[in-house]
């Protein structure tokens, strides 16, 4: 199965600011979700972001606020921007590498306190 | 729409009995569906998935999950459960129709916790 790295791993923001992150997979893979999982809660996609077109965002989302990058099929990276201490989440990346496992593989989250 | 529901916050068991974290779904063709874990300030950790086959699927850590297509109830089991199984369960589905571009729905979690 596909291995996803997902920087950083942890921050602490002031509101106002905005932060990136990034994942790399270890292979090339059409597709990549991002998700937000609010303290104790389940997750909730973001967007789905493929090679060479705009991400495509879940009703609640908006690319002003999430604006995602997906230069090359094992690369992408979402910006939380303009943060407020309601932005405060894992945010968590994912792939189906499509190797006929039907597995879907998560980063292993970046876990943002806004202050 | 895709949906999950795991009708319990929270599940508790004692060291040694078997446990039961439960599952339904809703989706408009045939499901995929997955069982994943998360334990504090980990990632989501794969169980174990059904895509076809044997109504009784067996993963990892000697989690096993029955599909029961009439019910629509994918339940996550363990015959002897551990201290070390205390951790956020999540269900997860997709219908077959769409392809692996298509992103997981998930279940609102259920926290179990294995009291010795």
């Known amino acids: 199965s596909a291995v996803i790295s997902q920087k950083p791993s942890r921050d602490i923001c002031q509101r106002g600011t905005s932060l990136t992150i990034q994942c790399q997979v270890d292979s090339q893979v059409t597709m990549m979700f991002w998700y937000r999982q609010q303290p104790g809660q389940s997750l909730t996609l973001i967007a789905t972001?493929?090679?060479?077109?705009?991400?495509?965002?879940e009703s609640g989302f908006v690319i002003d606020k999430f604006p995602i990058s997906r230069p090359n099929l094992t690369f992408s990276t979402l910006t939380v921007s303009n943060m407020s201490p309601e932005d405060s989440s894992i945010y968590l990346c994912s792939v189906n590498p499509g190797d006929g496992n039907y597995g879907y593989t998560f980063g292993s989250g970046t876990r943002l306190t806004v202050v | 729409a895709q949906s999950v529901a795991q009708p319990e916050d929270q599940v508790n068991v004692a060291e040694g009995n078997p446990l039961t974290v439960k599952c339904t779904y809703s989706?408009?063709?045939?499901?995929?569906l997955f069982w994943y874990v998360q334990y504090p300030n980990r990632g989501l950790q794969f169980l174990l998935k059904?895509?076809?086959?044997?109504?009784l699927v067996k993963g990892s850590y000697g989690f096993e999950a029955e599909f029961n297509k009439s019910q629509t109830s994918f339940h996550l089991k363990k015959p002897s459960a551990l201290v070390s199984d205390s951790a956020l369960y999540f269900c997860?589905?997709?219908?077959?129709?769409?392809?692996?571009?298509?992103?997981?729905?998930f279940g609102k979690g259920t926290r179990l916790s294995v009291i010795a």
């Open positions: 989706v408009s063709g045939n499901p995929y």
């Open positions: 059904y895509i076809t086959g044997d109504n």
């Open positions: 972001a493929n090679q060479g077109s705009e991400a495509t965002y």
């Open positions: 997860a589905v997709r219908d077959m129709i769409n392809s692996g571009n298509t992103p997981l729905v």
